[in-house]
């Protein structure tokens, strides 16, 4: 197989299995539960500032304890390509693997 196809034929797959195991988590959840966990905005503003801001800083920080930066890859979280740029790296997101 040729190694675009498979690249391919794994991402499709991937999805598929993402989406299950998604469904199958949301359909567990009662409509007055969500509602109420919806409501803590504290516990969603600390979600949102670990996933964009504390995530990538500390990939960030472990790229440089390291000296990684010659990989070009930021090591993790949402806005990771940015402090990639920021050390110097460079990172197209359009050719991520």
Do not use: D, H
């Amino acid at each position: 197989m040729e190694e675009n196809a498979r690249n391919l034929l794994v991402t499709a797959v991937s999805y598929v299995l993402l989406f299950v195991l998604i469904f199958g988590l949301a359909g567990t959840v009662e409509y007055k539960e969500f509602r109420k966990q919806f409501k803590e905005w504290r516990a969603i503003a600390v979600g949102i500032l670990g996933q964009f801001v504390v995530l990538p800083f500390l990939g960030f920080c472990s790229v440089k304890a390291f000296r990684l930066a010659e990989l070009g890859k930021p090591a993790g979280g949402a806005g990771g390509g940015g402090f990639a740029a920021a050390g110097g790296g460079g990172f197209n997101a359009t050719n991520a693997t």
